[in-house]
């Protein structure tokens, strides 16, 4: 099959990365074909940021997605060669840490690009000034005011928008980290720079509309491609070696998402759709910093194997306000997993969990809160899921039961744990568990999604 052929100024974004910990191997193609001019790492979420606070907790140095480090040995030198740029918002919680550290390990192979960062979504130290200031960071689930929570705040970071990332590539960077900038954001920031697009100006309202559609495609990596997906299952392609989108941008918008030849997956207008409806609300108003997104109207063809062209998004005035991602600490989560044995396996398992709550009632303990899952019967879905038929429940060959509980005491889970340890032999025949046995409750950290005006928020763009 002959190569796609590039017309003039189209730009190459390849979708590297969809979030923390995902594989670099359909990057790494990319960069061996020379296929693309910008590698696009999406590497934060709610959770991400959780589990970012909770390394800065442990090391004030840290608090940014360590797999940059794995990025800058295998990745960054064959990019840097090929003059490919690389714009991501790994920097986390701590941009000026991730750089330093980018530019210890690029050092070691003696190289030296322009790194820039952005900042000032951190909003942690702000929190009270800006309620003091009329912001009342309302949550956007409850409707409670921040005042309201109960919990103190262990870090809080507003979504910015595209404009940092342009001004970051317009002072010549390299390599751009960011903190949490919106995912589709980082790619609207790279056309905005390549195009000349101002991110201000209402009549560009389309076109920044098309770079928002075309970014929120890329940003979950190969679920644009092949992963994850619904429409084109059973698949017909190999997913071990799946190839990460790439779009092919041209300067009204419009786009072509295509993969690599040599690389499994698809790219097709079902999995291009899939993706397009993905975390989104109303898809006729996709709220992001930099413009309102009208989905409803855009246009998906398929024009060639693994070739989808798409465009049309139309662009609606931005919201006054951002959303801002504040995480608060809930006290501690501890679990453990056992697991049953036929015949009555859904039946030992109701023994059990009945048997650890009556010994957990009757221990000042302190737990605050008991989640119990069976696994093959509710543990995905929960209390949504329907329940089997009695009949199905009695030929079951074995089931697991994961017993979660909170606690406000770290040193709660290892005491709840042992004192149901009894019924290893008192309690239903045929258990097996989890061998990681009786440790302290890891931190429970949980989201407050909130909103704050924009004039509040002042993002900075720095050259390290």
Known sequence: MPKIPLMKNIVRIGGAQGFYGDSPMGAAAMLMEGAVDYLMHDALAELTLSILQKDRQKDPSMGYARDIEFHAKMLYPAALAQGVRI????????????????RTVLAQQGLSPKIAIVYG?????????LQAEGELLLNMDSGKTFAECPYPAVSANVYLGAQPIKDALDLGADIVLAGR?????????????????????????DRLANGIMIGHILECGGQASGGNSYAEWPPRYTMGDLGYPIAHVAPDGSATITKLESQGGTVTRNTVREQLVYEIHDPARYLTPDVTVDF??????????????????????????LKAAIVVMEGYLSEQMFFFSWPYAYEKAQAFEKAAR???????????????NYLGINGIHGSAAPMPPPERLAEMNEVGLRLAFRH????????????????????????????????????LLSLWPALVHRDRITAVVETV
Request: aromatic letters at 4%.
């Open 296 to 321: 409803t109207g855009i246009r998906v063809e398929e024009i060639g194997p693994d070739r989808v062209a798409v465009g049309g998004a139309r662009g609606l005035p931005r919201p006054e306000r």
């Open 181 to 205: 900038v919106a995912d589709p954001a980082l790619c609207l920031g790279i056309l905005a720079h390549e195009f000349g697009w101002d991110l201000d100006d209402p009549a560009h309202l």
């Open 408 to 443: 406000a005491d770290a040193k709660t889970g290892r005491l709840a744990l042992q004192a149901i340890t009894c019924l290893g032999l008192n309690g239903p025949p045929g258990i097996t568990a989890n061998p990681n046995w009786g440790k302290d409750g890891r931190t």
């Open 87 to 102: 714009v991501s918002n790994a920097g986390g919680l701590n941009p000026r840490a991730a750089a330093e550290r980018l």
């Open 358 to 372: 009556e010994i957990w009632d009757r221990l000042p303990l302190g737990i605050e809160r008991i989640e119990a």
């Open 121 to 129: 979504d951190d909003i942690l130290e702000r929190l009270s000034q």
